[in-house]
């Protein structure tokens, strides 16, 4: 098993923190451009796609600044995946950084899904 490679995605959006946000943390938003289903209990998100279900642990939550969840079952206890907000103030947008991990061979497809996937928030944010 080859070691992972962390790798981070930039988006700029036209939306408060707060609404960002409340996209990446509640179920009713990441059903909306994240999975299938979404379902929450304490620290655990349960994420389904096609009848498949994936857990991930809560591991950080700064409210309007930074969610950090690591895969259950993945056996690399160092990686992650974070989404990290900035807010610009001179130009007023929010600012999404994505960071996950995958191997070196599977980085462009990874980039190329989170970046399908965060095209998908941008359309029900309208941003």
């Known amino acids: ?6 790798f981070t995605i930039e988006r700029t959006f036209r939306s408060s923190p ?8 509640a179920p009713s938003g990441l059903v909306l451009w994240f999975a299938d289903h979404v379902d929450l209990n304490g620290d655990i998100y ?4 096609n009848g498949d279900e994936q857990d991930a642990e809560l591991l950080i939550d ?3 600044e930074l969610v950090k969840l690591h895969w259950v079952d993945d056996d690399d206890d160092r990686s992650y995946f974070e989404f990290k907000i900035k807010k610009n103030e001179i130009t007023n947008e929010t600012i ?12 462009k497809s990874s980039i190329e899904l989170w970046e399908s996937q965060l095209d998908d928030l941008a359309k029900c944010i309208g941003a």
Do not use: H, Q, R
């Open 1 to 6: 098993m080859s070691k992972k490679i962390p």
């Open 18 to 25: 707060a609404i960002l946000y409340e996209f990446l943390t």
């Open 46 to 49: 349960t994420f389904g796609w």
């Open 62 to 64: 700064v409210e309007e």
């Open 96 to 107: 999404l950084y994505v960071t996950d991990f995958a191997e070196k061979e599977d980085i």
